[in-house]
T-cell receptor, first 113, second 111 residues
Framework: GEQVEQRPPHLSVREGDSAVITCTYT??????FFWYKQEPGASLQLLMK?????EINEGQGFTVLLNKKDKRLSLNLTAAHPGDSAAYFC????????????FGAGTRLKVIA | EAAVTQSPRNKVTVTGGNVTLSCRQT?????MYWYRQDTGHGLRLIHY???????QIGDVPDGYKATRTTQEDFFLLLELASPSQTSLYFC??????????FGSGTRLTVL
């Protein structure tokens, strides 16, 4: 089945710096790609999503890049601020109709003011 | 905004105990999911369902049963709880554009 590897598990950056979180996946049939944000003690909220027909998606200070050839999904934060401190999870689902979502292990991002 | 409500928020039981976690969504979503979240593993799928009476096996189903009684309600059952099932459990439902909506989570401790 699908396997998703997320790196790095922990990331600490200074305010204004950039940050990159990467997920690699194994199933070539993967079609739906998501990034979820989890603030401390809270539930998961959708941050961004990208589908197979798009390669780049931007919003909220983040850019999502999808490279299907390399089976790599990345979340790029261009100018971090302390409010971005949270755990981030990628999620991947294949277009097979079973609607199973496989999550990465998460990245705990800390933005230092 | 889709609403997913989990109960209880916290639960403590002993080894061998019987536990039921509840989840209700009021948005008529077809798909509902139970995940467990553990440090270093992210979210792992236990069971999911696409409608009342339906159950699909997830990736880590051992020791768990689930039942979807109505479109709204999805229950996770631990009939003989073990310390390895100490975890944070999330329920989710799938809305439009494949987006998952998560509940607030249930923290389960098995002593």
């Amino acid at each position: 089945g699908e396997q998703v590897e997320q790196r790095p598990p922990h990331l600490s950056v200074r305010e204004g710096d950039s940050a990159v979180i990467t997920c690699t996946y194994t199933d070539p049939n993967s079609y739906y790609f998501f990034w979820y944000k989890q603030e401390p003690g809270a539930s998961l909220q959708l941050l961004m999503k990208v589908f197979s027909s798009t390669e780049i998606n931007e919003g909220q200070g983040f850019t999502v890049l999808l490279n299907k050839k390399d089976k790599r999904l990345s979340l790029n934060l261009t100018a971090a601020h302390p409010g971005d401190s949270a755990a981030y999870f990628c999620a991947v689902s294949a277009d097979t109709g079973n609607y199973k979502y496989v999550f990465g292990a998460g990245t705990r991002l800390k933005v230092i003011a | 905004e889709a609403a997913v409500t989990q109960s209880p928020r916290n639960k403590v039981t002993v080894t061998g105990g019987n536990v039921t976690l509840s989840c209700r969504q009021t948005n008529s979503h077809n798909y509902m999911y139970w995940y467990r979240q553990d440090t270093g593993h992210g979210l792992r799928l236990i069971h999911y369902s696409y409608g009342a009476g339906n159950l699909q096996i997830g990736d880590v189903p051992d020791g768990y049963k689930a039942t979807r009684t109505t479109q709204e309600d999805f229950f996770l059952l631990l009939e003989l709880a073990s310390p390895s099932q100490t975890s944070l459990y999330f329920c989710a439902s799938k809305g439009v554009a494949e987006t998952l909506y998560f509940g607030s989570g249930t923290r389960l401790t098995v002593l």
